[in-house]
């Protein structure tokens, strides 16, 4: 008989032992436990990387579709951030301004940008001779001589006519341009007229600029010298960019993006492979573009002699230099300033350097020469020239022209031309020419 609470007599209590299929159920919600943990883990890794690449990618569509201006539409931001519209493919180029275009508000309301029949950013055409009276001068350079984000008017170049009425400017400043495309531009463009004097400008970027066969996504042409002769390679300019205009011009957005900054890494990694040459130094970058310069500019100074025109250099600053930050990868301006006083020296060209000018205004007044970024709706006009930047450019530039005697004889005797065919004084033309009056010993 069991008695409740304790065995009965003559029974021995056996204990309860953990068998195999208890110790293998126990292993198993082990197992099955660590792996909900594991896969929970890894669940919540994919949900932190997916909101980093949906904050990566909600970050850089900010930056493409900008908030809304007063005075600037929809379509007008949309314009903006597309291909410019007033650039067109050119095969030996890369791009080039369309001719006779006007967009009254590209800059803001009431900013236009005219284009004449020849492509340049002058309010009319520019006949091929010299207006009578007249000292013509061509500026050629990237989007700090066009005047990017100014009107016509308000652009450096165009400043000089309006500083001396005996002067008339042509503008062949072009947006991206590098001093190889500038160089080529004027070659091609710049034959069609006559001029007496041929300002090339540049920043320090545009040195740079020579050793890519692209620009933002848009392909150029590339420079190489051969045989002691500059070469244009790349030529006809590939048409990338200009089918996809969107990108090309969102690229610097676009590589913000982990995902294309990983597939850079990794297709650079595989060319370095597959081609094995190491990357130029800083060093052996400037040493290439110095040679590329030097040979510009010995071929500009023929050219213009050829076309009895003065070549005269001018170096422009940038607000990231004059604040002492520089750009990604550039060497120093006073570095290149050296070099482009040698330059100077040994072809007998002026170099007029506006970095002294720019550096002896207070800090405020030094910014106030720049665009600041809130001003436009877009980012790329930011700490280009202003209208007082350009306007300080301008008569930098007009003092150093009117002090060289070569010029200021050019203007004079000019001027001496106009007055004596309006008074029907007879005389011979050629002893009235700039070229031969103003000829140096």
Not at 291 to 310: A, G, P, T
Not at 317 to 323: G, M, N, S, V
Not at 384 to 406: Q, T
Request: charge should be positive.
């Amino acid at each position: 008989m069991l008695l409740r609470g304790r065995p009965a007599e003559g029974y021995r209590v056996i204990k309860a032992s953990k068998t195999p299929v208890a110790n293998e159920r126990s292993s198993w919600n082990f197992i099955s436990c660590a792996r909900l943990i594991g896969v929970n883990i890894i669940i919540f890794c994919l949900l932190l990387i997916l909101i980093e690449g949906l904050a990566s990618y909600g970050l850089v569509f900010r930056d493409i579709i900008t908030t809304e201006q007063p005075g600037f539409t929809k379509k007008e931001q949309g314009d903006f951030l597309a291909k410019r519209q007033h650039t067109k493919y050119d095969a030996e180029l890369g791009w080039i301004n369309e001719p006779n275009v006007y967009l009254p508000n590209i800059y803001g309301p009431g900013v236009y940008l005219r284009t004449n029949a020849q492509g340049f950013r002058n309010d009319h055409d520019i006949n091929t001779a010299v207006p009578q009276g007249k000292t013509r001068l061509v500026c050629s350079g990237d989007s700090f001589t066009h005047g990017y984000g100014v009107d016509n008017a308000h652009t450096w170049c165009e400043r000089l006519s309006a500083l001396d009425q005996r002067l008339e400017t042509v503008n062949m400043g072009e947006d991206g341009y590098g001093v190889d495309q500038a160089y080529l531009w004027y070659k091609r463009g710049a034959a069609r007229i006559d001029h007496q004097i041929h300002l090339f400008a540049f920043i320090t970027d545009d040195f740079y600029r020579t050793l890519d066969d692209s620009f933002l996504g848009y392909a150029k042409p590339r420079l190489e010298i051969e045989q002691g002769v500059v070469v244009a390679k790349n030529v006809p300019v590939p048409t990338r960019g200009q089918f996809f205009p969107w990108i090309a011009e969102n690229m610097g957005n676009l590589e913000n993006l982990r995902t294309v900054q990983f597939l850079k890494r990794a297709l650079r990694k595989i060319k370095f492979s597959h081609t094995n040459s190491p990357q130029l130094t800083q060093k052996e970058r400037d040493e290439k573009a110095r040679q590329i310069l030097r040979k510009i500019f010995e071929d500009l100074k023929r050219i213009d002699e050829k076309r009895s025109s003065k070549l005269v250099l001018i170096y422009l600053p940038t607000i990231w230099e004059l604040e002492g930050r520089g750009g990604p990868n550039w060497t120093p301006p006073e570095v290149w300033n050296e070099f482009l006083k040698e330059e100077s020296k040994s072809l007998d060209v002026p170099l007029i350097n506006l970095f002294g000018k720019f550096r002896s205004l207070s800090h405020r007044e030094m910014v106030d020469m720049f665009i600041p970024p809130e001003k436009l709706p877009y980012p790329e006009a930011a700490f280009h020239f202003s209208d007082r930047g350009n306007e300080m450019v301008a008569k930098v530039v007009y003092d150093k022209l009117i002090n060289d005697p070569l010029i200021s004889c050019s203007l004079s005797t000019r001027s001496l031309l106009k007055a004596r065919e309006t008074a029907h004084v007879g005389q011979d033309r050629k002893t009235l020419n700039p070229s031969h009056a103003c000829s140096r010993s």
